[in-house]
């Protein structure tokens, strides 16, 4: 069978990527699939959609296998843990049939994205641009792009929903690669597919100076750089993954941040490209834990536990000693980070100067939102900031995120080992 080239298969497709904010609620699904199948038809292009599990979806699940087992095989921490982007594939490439527009739902393993190393935090090395080709634009009969499943046929899907954040490895298996790298999915599969631009929509107004949920007057940056937003990322901000920022770069993709579905408009949002500026920014590391230690040498031998790894942590020194931000699926039942005390009650502020320094504190978690407000008066002061647009209060959480498993927190206690069964 012919090999699909770019040149062959037509104009390069929309790719488009949605948070699970965008599925805080079941009709979430025809709105995406409607904005989407509009696009497709005002610009005649096909369409990727990459989607990721519904809001609070993944934490459930991630919640259920600690507390079946603390330090889970990887294999089966990624195939639970990829469920809930499976579940949004099938929703999404059912409501786009809803709407007349017949879509392919793929797995990890169809799309062409490729990754190594551990299962549920694998590292994206390849994207193989000819199986969304092929799914995309078709093949004829005869081995060629012109027949019935061409470009202007029937055979074709033109419309592929891909599952955020998951690859396949070199045995064939769908691997995970990490939280919140939906965005590397996207950039990755635009950058193979050699569209423009690749566009993240979520449920903020773009690329802010500060979490607008929590600093209601933050700046929605009009244009950002790679590396000014590739800085943000690695400080701390969960704004777009800081490998899809470097994958974007590598191949020349623009992102552009949208929100969605608060409007509609084509200029909206943030785009991040090649000559954008940098920019100030404060970062609240709400989901990250404060580990305090007995002695810096005990702080780094944790560090590098985790950093072999795969995650990221942040060291913080006060005058009341030794501490370590890390990622709440750091393991405290595994290595040095064991013998280290949990501070639930603190909370890191980064604040991070357009020059690319950076300052941390450590506050009172309760104390957080106004720390964070008076951090950002300081670098935007009131009088010369602009407005933006209004957020509501708190993030959405889809109270369908339970599809697979209900929330443990909620759950019965277990039985005792001598209950009648």
Request: include cysteine; hydrophobic fraction near 40%.
């Amino acid at each position: 069978m012919a090999q699909l080239t770019a040149r062959d298969a037509g104009p390069p497709p929309l790719v488009m990527k949605f948070g699970g904010s965008a599925f805080a609620e079941l009709d979430g699904f025809t709105r995406v699939a409607r904005y989407a199948a509009r696009r497709r038809a005002e610009e005649e292009r096909p369409l990727v959609v990459v989607v990721s599990a519904m809001s609070g979806t993944t934490g459930r699940l991630r919640r259920l296998l600690d507390s079946l087992a603390p330090d889970p095989p990887a294999d089966a921490a990624a195939m639970l843990l990829t469920s809930g982007e499976t579940v949004s594939v099938a929703l999404l490439a059912a409501a786009l049939d809803a709407e007349g527009v017949p879509a392919r739902p793929l797995a990890a393993t169809d799309t062409g994205l490729l990754a190594d190393r551990l299962s549920d935090r694998a590292r994206l090395h390849r994207a193989d641009p000819g199986p969304l080709r092929s799914a995309l634009y078709g093949l004829g009969g005869d081995g060629g792009p012109d027949g019935e499943g061409g470009p202007g046929g029937e055979g074709g899907s033109r419309v592929v929903v891909v599952p955020g954040g998951q690859a396949a490895d070199p045995a064939g298996r769908t691997v995970m690669l990490g939280r919140n790298s939906s965005d590397l999915s996207a950039v990755a599969l635009a950058g193979a597919l050699d569209a423009a631009v690749c566009e993240l929509y979520s449920d903020v107004p773009g690329v802010c100076t500060a979490d607008p949920y929590l600093v209601p007057d933050a700046r929605t940056l009009d244009r950002i750089g790679y590396t000014g937003l590739r800085r943000m990322s690695r400080h701390g901000a969960k704004v777009v993954h800081d490998s899809a920022v470097d994958w974007a770069e590598r191949t020349g993709v623009r992102l552009h941040c949208r929100p969605f579905p608060w409007t509609a408009g084509p200029d909206a949002g943030t785009l991040v490209a090649p000559d954008g500026p940098s920019a100030a920014a404060v970062i609240v590391h709400q989901t990250d834990e404060v580990w305090r230690f007995r002695t810096p040498a005990e702080r780094r031998r944790a560090a590098e536990d985790l950093h072999a790894r795969e995650l990221r942590t942040i060291p913080v020194d006060t005058r009341s000693g030794a501490y370590l931000v890390t990622p709440r699926e750091a393991n405290p039942s595994r290595g040095p980070l064991a013998a280290a005390r949990l501070h639930d009650d603190l909370c890191l502020i980064t604040t991070l100067r357009e020059d690319g320094a950076a300052d941390r504190i450590l506050v009172r978690r309760a104390d957080a939102e106004r720390e964070a407000r008076r951090c950002h008066d300081l670098l935007y002061p009131p009088e010369h900031r602009p407005s933006t647009r209004t957020v509501p209060r708190t993030k959405p959480r889809s109270p369908h995120s339970s599809v697979l498993v209900a929330d443990p927190a909620a759950s019965p206690s277990p039985l005792p080992p001598d209950a009648p069964m």
